[in-house]
C-alpha cells in the first residue's frame, strides 16, 4: 500500500534538513516524542505528534500500523558501495592477516586487478543475481537508498555491462540506487605507465555512452600515489563535469595527496575514505559543501588507522558513513558494524552517526532534497527499530536493530 499512517512512536527521529549538517549541527536529530508520520502515495504527507484524530480526509484509504512504543529513522543511505563484480577474493585477506600491504597485493596482480579479471569473464546475469542478493540484505538492514560503482572493468564493455545491472536493478528492485562511473578505478594493464591515455580513452569512448544511455549519474577517480595523481585527477574530473556528471573522489585513504582539498575547490559531492586528509584538507572540506564520506568497516579490514571522524565534526566537516563494500578491502554490507565502529572508534556519537547515514548521505549523493529525513515532501523511506531509541543503535554491537523498512512503496 502507498498511503500508511504510523502511530505511537515513542521517537520519531526526523533528522530534519534539506542539506548536509556540518559539525555540532550533526547532534540536532528532530527528535519528536510520542510521534505520527503519515505517507501518500508514497510521499510524507505529516509528520508530528501522535493523536486520535488521523490527519487525513479518508482514513479507510490508509494502512494504520502501530509503532507499539518503538523508534522511527529516515532510511538509512548507504553512499559508497562497489556493488556489481565477479569473483571473491578470500585468499587476499589471509595474506594481509599475514602481513602483506594492500598495496603490495595489487602490485603482484591481486586486488583490484583480480576482480576486474572475474568481472570481465562474468556473465550480465550472474553480475545481476549476486548483486540483487547483496541488495536484499541491505534492505533487511534498513538501507533504501545504495550508491554503487562500476570500476571492475577498466575497459568499455565491462563498465558498460556494470553500469547497467545496476540501471535494471534499480528499475525492479525496492532500494534505490544511484550509480557512479568509476573507470578511473585503476590503470588497466593494457595502458600500464600510459595514465594519460587511459584517461583520454575512457572521456573519448567510454564516458559518452554512459551519459547517451543515462547509466550514472556520478563520477568518480582513485586519487592516489601509484593510482592518478591530483593533478591527473583535477583534469579528469573537470572534464567530467563539463559532460555533466556530478563528482565524488577516493581521497587521501593511503597518502595524503591532497585528494580532500581538490574535492573542495572542484565542487565534488563527497570526498571518500579519507584516512590520511591533512589538516589542510580537513579545514578545506569544513569550508565547503563537500560532504566527508568516512568508511570504518575499510580501516577495520585493512587493520589501518580510521579516519579522524571526531575531528573532522569538530572541525565543522558534513561527515558521512558508508560501508564500502567491495569484494577485497571491506566485503561488508553490515550498516550495524559501520556504527558501531564509528562511535567506538572513530567517536562518532550516536546522534552523529545517524546523521550521517541518513541525511549527510543523501547530500554526499546530491539527493537531500527527496531523501534521507523524515520532512513534508520527501519520500517515505522509513524504518521502525526493534526498540524505543535510537540509541540503540551502537549500544546493540554489531547487531541488525531494523524491524521492518518502508520504501516509498511497499514495506518489507
Not at 558501531?340 to 552517526?353: G, N, T, V
Not at 540509541?391 to 554489531?398: D, E, N, Q, S, T
Request: overall charge negative.
Amino acid at each position: 500500500m502507498n498511503n500508511y499512517i504510523i502511530q505511537n512512536i515513542t521517537q520519531l527521529v526526523t533528522c530534519s534538513g534539506s542539506s548536509a549538517k556540518h559539525g555540532r549541527k550533526m547532534s540536532d536529530l528532530g527528535v519528536i516524542e510520542n510521534g505520527m508520520v503519515v505517507v501518500t502515495n508514497g510521499i510524507i504527507s505529516y509528520v508530528g505528534h501522535s493523536s486520535k484524530q488521523f490527519p487525513v480526509d479518508h482514513p479507510e484509504d490508509y494502512e494504520i500500523i502501530d509503532a507499539q512504543g518503538k523508534a522511527v529513522l529516515p532510511g538509512f543511505i548507504d553512499s559508497h558501495t562497489h556493488l556489481v563484480f565477479g569473483g571473491y577474493r578470500e585468499e587476499e585477506f589471509s595474506w594481509r592477516m599475514r602481513g602483506d600491504s594492500y598495496m603490495s597485493i595489487m602490485n603482484r596482480g591481486g586486488g583490484i586487478y583480480s576482480t576486474v579479471h572475474a568481472t570481465r569473464n562474468a556473465s550480465f546475469e550472474e553480475l545481476e543475481s549476486t548483486a540483487k542478493i547483496r541488495l536484499d540484505k541491505m534492505l533487511a538492514m534498513g538501507v533504501t537508498t545504495v550508491e554503487a560503482k562500476s570500476g571492475y572493468g577498466l575497459d568499455k564493455e565491462t563498465e558498460l555491462k556494470q553500469l547497467r545491472v545496476l540501471k535494471k536493478l534499480n528499475a525492479i528492485h525496492p532500494v534505490d540506487i544511484v550509480s557512479t562511473y568509476l573507470g578511473a578505478h585503476a590503470v588497466p594493464v593494457e595502458y600500464k605507465d600510459d595514465e594519460k591515455a587511459y584517461i583520454d580513452f575512457m572521456l573519448q569512448e567510454v564516458m559518452p555512452i554512459v551519459r547517451k544511455e543515462n547509466l550514472a549519474e556520478c563520477c568518480d577517480i582513485f586519487c592516489e600515489k601509484g593510482v592518478f595523481s591530483t593533478q591527473e585527477s583535477e583534469s579528469f574530473l573537470l572534464s567530467a563535469k563539463a559532460m555533466g556528471f556530478q563528482l565524488k573522489i577516493h581521497a587521501d585513504e593511503i597518502v595524503a595527496t591532497g585528494g580532500a582539498e581538490l574535492a573542495a575547490s572542484i565542487g565534488a559531492l563527497s570526498a571518500d575514505h579519507l584516512l590520511q586528509a591533512s589538516e589542510k584538507g580537513i579545514e578545506a572540506l569544513a569550508n565547503s559543501d563537500t560532504v566527508a564520506t568516512l568508511l570504518p568497516c575499510t580501516a577495520f579490514s585493512l587493520k589501518e588507522n580510521y579516519a579522524q571522524g571526531r575531528r573532522m565534526i569538530d572541525a565543522g566537516c558534513a561527515v558521512a558513513l558508508a560501508t564500502d563494500l567491495n569484494p577485497g578491502s571491506s566485503f561488508t554490507s553490515s550498516i550495524p558494524l559501520t556504527i558501531a565502529l564509528a562511535c567506538i572508534y572513530m567517536k562518532l556519537s550516536p546522534e552523529e552517526a545517524v546523521t550521517a547515514l541518513t541525511i549527510n548521505a543523501a547530500a554526499a549523493l546530491g539527493k537531500a532534497d527527496s531523501i534521507g529525513s523524515i520532512d513534508l515532501g520527501k519520500k517515505g523511506d522509513l524504518i521502525i527499530l526493534e526498540f524505543p531509541s535510537y540509541k540503540f543503535l551502537p549500544y546493540h554491537v554489531g547487531t541488525n536493530c531494523v524491524e521492518k523498512t518502508f520504501k516509498s512503496i511497499s514495506n518489507y
